[in-house]
């Protein structure tokens, strides 16, 4: 039976952006222009105006009650697509294989770096095949784990008390086994690339008895998406505190002590800095995913590779 090193597959994201450090700039670009420009455009066809509600609330920093309207504008806008959302969510599944295939694809073709990797054929097709079942199969099995809590809940009431730690021991064993599943099936999207067809199950036979090291390596990986997430907050809201200077106080605050400056922003000065504030803020958004997906997706196509016993067999 083959394995694979835990180190090896951690850090396999990490040798593509060392190898490959433009990766980030393409997928970074691609993000912004496949998923979220086509949203907002969309958006403001549809009268949601998602843009100008993030606008808003950038303008709204230093005013609090005009901050809690312009969020609820904000999360109106994102609830306001109407017919818009099935295509949009469709669509952003397809932008997911052409990402996923990318990051496979750096590590299982790394010949074939030109464009970051981005490639658009049969195998995103398949990938997006992937990507609607997978879907399907989440949404199918979170409404089977949630009848089963009820009827345990249900069950746990008429046993009287004393019953409770039934409901707390269904909540854990849950769990356990929704990660356990996870990583069995977590070599399926790595096996549709590698194979061409649509070789999501597959995955099944792939992890039999590494189940361990996969448990480690996944474990690993979200320990380092939650500490560049934190980073990541930490960061955003302190690069938006000199904004918040910026922007003009609340009516009724104290007046300033000292003499306004010369270079005070009036409205138009106000809706500029909000906007550019709105282009880094997207840019930076766009930064994020394209480095969280060369972190968490190289992992597995490198565990593929290992397990399979050598390169992509369609390089």
């Known amino acids: 039976m ?3 090193s835990v180190a090896r597959a951690f850090s396999a994201g990490v040798d593509v952006v060392e190898r490959k450090p433009m990766v980030l700039v393409w997928w970074t670009l691609a993000v912004l222009l496949l998923a979220f420009a086509p949203r907002l455009i969309v958006s403001h066809m549809a009268g949601a105006n998602e843009l100008g509600a993030m606008r808003d609330l950038l303008a709204s920093l230093n005013d609090h009650e005009k901050l809690a309207i312009a969020s609820g504008r904000l999360q109106a806008s994102q609830h306001a697509l ?37 490639r658009l054929g049969a195998a995103e097709f398949w990938q997006f095949a992937v990507q609607i079942v997978v879907g399907i199969l989440v949404t199918v099995y979170t409404v089977v784990c949630v009848f089963l809590f009820i009827m345990v809940v249900a069950a746990s009431k008429l046993a009287g008390a004393g019953a409770g730690w039934v409901v707390g021991l269904t909540l854990v064993l849950l ?7 996870s990583l069995r099936l977590s070599l399926g999207a790595v096996a549709t690339f590698a194979e061409r067809r649509f070789a999501y199950f597959d995955s099944w036979k792939l992890t039999k008895g590494v189940s361990w090291r996969l448990f480690w390596t996944g474990f690993l990986i979200c320990a380092l998406l939650i500490g560049l997430y934190i980073m990541v907050l930490a960061g955003t809201l302190f690069s938006l505190l000199p904004l ?14 000292t003499a306004p ?5 009036g409205v138009a000065g106000l809706m500029s800095v909000a906007s550019v504030a709105t282009l880094v803020w997207l840019i930076l958004g766009s930064l994020v995913a394209a480095v969280m ?23």
């Not at 918040?244 to 002590?257: D, E, H, I, V, Y």
């Not at 997906?293 to 390089?315: C, V």
């Open 175 to 181: 769990a356990i086994f929704t990660f356990w599943l």
């Open 82 to 118: 109407g017919i818009w959302a099935l295509p949009l969510g469709l669509w952003g599944l397809f932008v997911n294989a052409i990402l996923y295939n990318a990051a496979f694809r750096a590590v299982l073709q790394p010949q074939k770096s030109s464009f970051g990797y981005l």
């Open 244 to 257: 918040a200077g910026l922007l003009p106080t609340p009516a009724g605050a104290p007046p300033p002590t």
């Open 293 to 315: 997906q060369a972190f968490a997706l190289p992992p597995w196509a490198e565990i593929y590779r290992s397990i399979t016993g050598g390169e992509d067999t369609h390089a």
């Open 261 to 265: 400056m010369a270079h005070g922003l």
């Open 2 to 4: 083959k394995t694979f």
